[in-house]
């Protein structure tokens, strides 16, 4: 069965970065776009950042020139990088493929956490 393993969470300040990184079990996922999603206490999974197999890229509004999305298809692993992150960004966040038919169970997550 796929797996996905996201890591590369923590606490930060207002205004730091973190680098997100999510590993498939297997190379399914090299051909599949992906997204990073994140779901904060009490809302819903939402969708920040997504990224085609040929590395076209589109993101949410509110991480629009603060986020970077990437993959690396021969380490079957997305990125990503995070800068000027607000108190608004903390959530804990998941990789999936984009589209819901090609979906694997969602993984544990990576907590971000941004406090001063």
């Known amino acids: 069965q796929v797996q996905v393993v996201e890591s590369g969470g923590g606490l930060v300040q207002p205004g730091g970065s973190l680098r997100l990184a999510c590993a498939d079990s297997?190379?399914?996922?090299?051909?599949?776009?992906m997204g990073w999603y994140r779901q904060a206490p009490g809302k819903q999974r939402e969708l920040v950042a997504s990224?085609?197999?040929?590395?076209?890229?589109n993101y949410a509004d509110s991480v629009k020139g603060r986020f970077t999305i990437s993959r690396d298809n021969a380490k079957n692993t997305v990125y990503l990088q995070m800068n000027s992150l607000k108190p608004e960004d903390t959530a804990v966040y998941y990789c999936?493929?984009?589209?819901?038919?090609?979906?694997?169970?969602w993984g544990q997550g990576t907590q971000v956490t941004v406090s001063s």
């Open positions: 999936n493929a984009l589209s819901p038919l090609r979906r694997v169970p």
């Open positions: 990224i085609t197999s040929g590395g076209s890229t």
């Open positions: 297997t190379s399914i996922f090299s051909s599949y776009a």
